[in-house]
């Protein structure tokens, strides 16, 4: 007898598919696999139990039965949906922008917790209030993953330091360079805008960060502008959107 393997994750739907007559196939991000795709049995038949947990941007934990194949759902429980935000364009874009970056981008079997906490949270956050922050935090989290944090202290093109005086402009292909190094493509910068880039990408940052730090409506705005287009330019794709 084949020996039956079960593991248990906490994942979030980031993707869904029908699958024959009464089946889907759900793509999760799990916080401990990272993205992994099962098959939902019945879950298009009405009542089914697995139905309400395939929706998107649901957040469940899901018993699962490792195959040789697709691996399959046990049993699901949901945790949470993002009611507050169905029905509401700008809030369950985000969500459903994040979940295209996660579907895009990610690869199966390593764990990026941080990332995963960081879309839980935005999808919690869009749901119930302004998910601006939680949707720059996921940003953010996702650069870091991938290793192409902008590069802050140092210049990108002569590689030497940013000083607390230098004149600075910010190129999508790295980070800060100088201005006399920078070339016609690099964007302005303020200094407000720079400290609050320095302070997303440091090691300690938190959500707190972004919401104790002081800087005015318009250095928000612009920053997380550019992170955007940061972003886009990186993975040579335009995902939306921060407004
Ligand atoms: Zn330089």
């Known amino acids: ?55 998107l941007a649901t957040v469940g934990s899901f018993k699962i039965n490792s ?16 009611e507050g935000a169905f029905g509401n364009i700008k809030k369950s874009s985000k969500i459903f922008s994040a979940l295209q970056i996660v579907d895009n981008l990610y690869r199966e079997g390593d764990s990026y917790s941080m990332t995963y906490n960081s879309l839980k949270k935005l999808i919690y956050l869009a749901s119930e209030r302004d998910s601006k922050f939680g949707f720059v935090s996921f940003l953010r989290n996702v650069i870091i993953d991938h290793g192409i944090a902008p590069s802050l202290n140092e210049c990108v093109l002569c590689q030497k330091e940013i000083s607390k005086s230098s004149l600075v402009r910010f190129s999508l292909k790295g980070g800060i360079v100088h201005q006399e190094c920078a070339r016609d493509d690099a964007i302005e910068i303020s200094p407000d805008e720079q400290r609050l880039l320095q302070s997303i990408f440091s090691n300690d940052f938190s959500d ?15 920053t997380f502008a550019l992170l955007n287009d940061y972003f886009s330019w990186q993975f040579e794709r335009q995902f939306l959107t921060i407004e």
């Open 208 to 222: 707190k960060t972004l919401v104790e730090s002081n800087f005015n409506k318009q250095t928000y705005l612009k």
């Open 67 to 82: 195959t040789r194949s697709l691996d399959i759902v046990l049993e699901s429980k949901t945790l949470y949906q993002p």
């Open 1 to 55: 007898m084949r020996e039956l393997k079960t593991y248990l994750v906490e994942g979030v739907v980031v993707r869904r598919r029908d699958f024959k007559e009464k089946d889907r196939i759900l793509t999760l991000f799990t916080l401990e696999r990272g993205r992994v795709d099962v098959l939902a049995k019945g879950a298009r038949r009405p009542g089914s139990k697995l139905s309400y947990c395939s929706d």
